[in-house]
């Protein structure tokens, strides 16, 4: 049987495996080669050099835009987090499972259209003279700078990550036991201490899974930092980007590339160890 | 009574939460009309002008024709690859195949601009970068663990007996294959098939890298966005949402069709049934 089954499946295997590694794989270990590569006269010639490495990481530019686009990922992950946390319970606990489905499928909608006509649309609510600042001024207020800040990038990464941290929060929540909370109440626990004792410990991994899509989906963005951020201080993101189309220098925007892909694995591999807890 | 408060104060806090999400795509739709050039309140007045010069933009018309000559070969092939991986994942037992499964999945994790610059480097050095064949091969390699969640999904709800009897009855695994499997997750491969063809119609960044000058629509956008302020971008933008809800919705209203179909079905007599349907939670 199981060399019947293994001649089976080669012929389904196959075909996804070698795209995957001949169009995913493969680029992004070249990525690596050419790193070492150099670039002459325009053109990228086959080198084995260091030089990339020690041009990109040894500018201080380069660290603080590192440090910049960390702060702002991880901002990102906690604010989405906290936003989305209470209509995730409130989705979870509160309607019916028909009203939960139509509002998850609400959610992931606009996960499928384009995020650069949403930023776009937020320019015209952040601008000095937008829809916000003209709702403020209906009441009084003084309008508030939020273009061209980190609030603006913020505003960004909430809007291209709420819709599926929501949706993974929900799920998470949707499936605590609920004879455990009617326990809690039962024991006299109020509605706080039972959701920082009993709720939020049990949906700890779908808390931090969220957390780390939102924080992945932050990292990597350049529309946001771009055209609601004011593009200054750079992310890593847009060095790459600058370094690609300004002076055709990819081994150079190959080394931030990497040093991107190396903080991402980190970072899931801590979150992922922090979700499902120290259990070996 | 302090309960009560709560659940009306976790209602209303989603209502906003929905509002958020939402306007956005609303401020385009009605700045998309508006006679001013600069999306700012008071509104100016009702023109059709941003759709006119949009629809006779040569530049656009082209980008259009393009994005639905990719996305159409993508939406497919994604599918299919999609299917052979969630049947692979779904019905056999191999060394490495949590490797596979994670290799499949991976590449929607990975950044754009990370996907977009090592597709170009690689695809250049075979001289493919700038051609829309570099579009499609990206596109593919994006959508397709979309569509083998979608299906892997699809083939969890599969009475693994259903195959057996197949078998037993000297269907070979082909027959089994095309006979019993593949009618079964009809409507997910519908959905599959709707879904790719969106992420494929929207993607900007590693299409904005490999694409060289044949932009599709969203790598016009990005041009557009680019520039000046440019009411044609609720334009475009508008008419792209309606036509990405529109297939979004379609699919998803053929995965979970097929859910309440089976539901009404069964019916009660069949509560086990019935819970690994509904257990399902999110048929995506």
Redesign the interface.
């Known amino acids: 049987m199981s060399s019947n089954?293994?001649r089976?499946?080669w012929p389904?295997?196959l075909?996804?495996?070698l795209?995957?590694?001949t169009?995913?794989?493969?680029?992004?270990l070249?990525?690596f080669v050419?790193s070492f590569w150099s670039v002459v006269n325009f053109r990228?010639e086959p080198d084995m050099t260091l030089k990339n490495w020690d041009f990109m990481l040894s500018r201080s530019s380069f660290w603080s835009a590192y440090g910049h686009t960390w702060a702002l990922a991880l901002g990102a992950a906690v604010v989405t987090t906290c936003?989305?946390f209470?209509?995730a319970?409130?989705?979870a606990f509160?309607?019916s499972?028909r009203t939960r489905?139509l509002?998850?499928?609400?959610?992931?909608?606009?996960f499928?259209?384009?995020?650069?006509?949403?930023?776009?649309?937020?320019?015209?609510?952040l601008?000095d003279?937008?829809?916000v600042n003209?709702l403020l001024a209906l009441v009084g207020l003084d309008g508030l700078p939020m273009l061209n800040s980190d609030f603006g990038s913020l505003v960004g990464y909430?809007?291209l990550a709420?819709?599926l941290v929501?949706?993974v929060q929900t799920?998470g929540l949707?499936q605590i036991d609920r004879n455990l909370i009617e326990a809690a109440h039962n024991l006299r626990a109020g509605?706080v201490r039972t959701l920082f004792e009993v709720i939020m410990p049990l949906a700890k991994p779908s808390l931090v899974v969220g957390a780390l899509f939102a924080f992945?989906l932050a990292?990597?963005?350049?529309v946001a930092p771009t055209?609601l951020g004011g593009g200054a201080p750079p992310t890593l993101?847009n060095l790459?980007?600058d370094t690609?189309k300004s002076g055709q220098q990819?081994p150079r925007?190959?080394v931030v590339?990497i040093v991107?892909?190396l903080t991402?694995v980190v970072t899931s591999l801590a979150a992922v160890r922090l979700a499902y807890g120290r259990r070996k | 009574m302090m309960l009560r408060l709560g659940r009306w104060f976790g209602w209303a806090y989603t209502g906003y939460t929905f509002l958020f999400i939402l306007a956005p795509i609303a401020a385009s739709l009605v700045f998309s009309f508006n006679a001013d050039r600069f999306p700012s309140l008071p509104l100016k007045g009702f023109t059709t002008e941003w759709y006119g010069g949009t629809f006779t933009d040569p530049l656009v018309i082209e980008a259009f024709q393009r994005s639905v000559m990719v996305s159409i070969p993508v939406a497919l092939l994604s599918t299919i690859l999609g299917f052979c991986a969630a049947y692979c994942d779904f019905r056999f037992d191999f060394r490495g195949k949590s490797l596979f499964s994670l290799l499949m999945l991976l590449p929607p994790t990975i950044p754009a601009v990370i996907m977009g610059l090592g597709m170009l480097s690689y695809l250049s050095r075979i001289s493919l970068a700038g051609e829309v064949w570099a579009v499609l091969i990206s596109h593919v390699v994006i959508a397709l663990p979309f569509a083998m969640a979608m299906i892997r999904l699809r083939l969890a709800q599969m009475d693994s007996a259903l195959e057996e009897a197949s078998w037993n009855l000297q269907a070979s695994p082909a027959q089994t294959l095309w006979y019993v499997v593949l009618p079964f997750c009809k409507q997910s491969l519908v959905a599959a098939f709707l879904i790719t063809a969106a992420v494929s119609f929207d993607e900007f960044a590693v299409a904005w890298f490999v694409s060289g000058l044949n932009e599709t629509v969203p790598v016009r956008v990005l041009v557009f966005l680019q520039g000046q302020v440019s009411p044609v971008i609720n334009a475009i933008g508008t008419a792209v949402f309606t036509s990405s809800i529109f297939l979004v919705a379609i699919g998803m209203a053929f995965s979970g069709m097929g859910k309440a179909k089976r539901a009404a079905a069964d019916g009660p007599a069949q509560p086990a049934a019935g819970a690994l349907v509904s257990n399902n939670g999110l048929s995506l």
């Open positions: 089954t293994s089976r499946r389904l295997l075909p996804p495996l795209w995957q590694l169009f995913f794989l493969l680029p992004l070249f990525l050419i990228l936003c989305s209470p209509a319970c409130s989705l509160t309607v499972e489905k509002a998850l499928m609400f959610l992931v909608v606009p499928f259209t384009s995020y650069l006509v949403r930023v776009y649309s937020w320019q015209a609510f601008a003279n937008g829809i003209a909430v809007t709420l819709p929501t949706l799920m949707a509605p992945i990292f990597g963005d350049f055209y993101s790459i980007i690609t990819w925007a190959a590339a991107m892909i991402l």
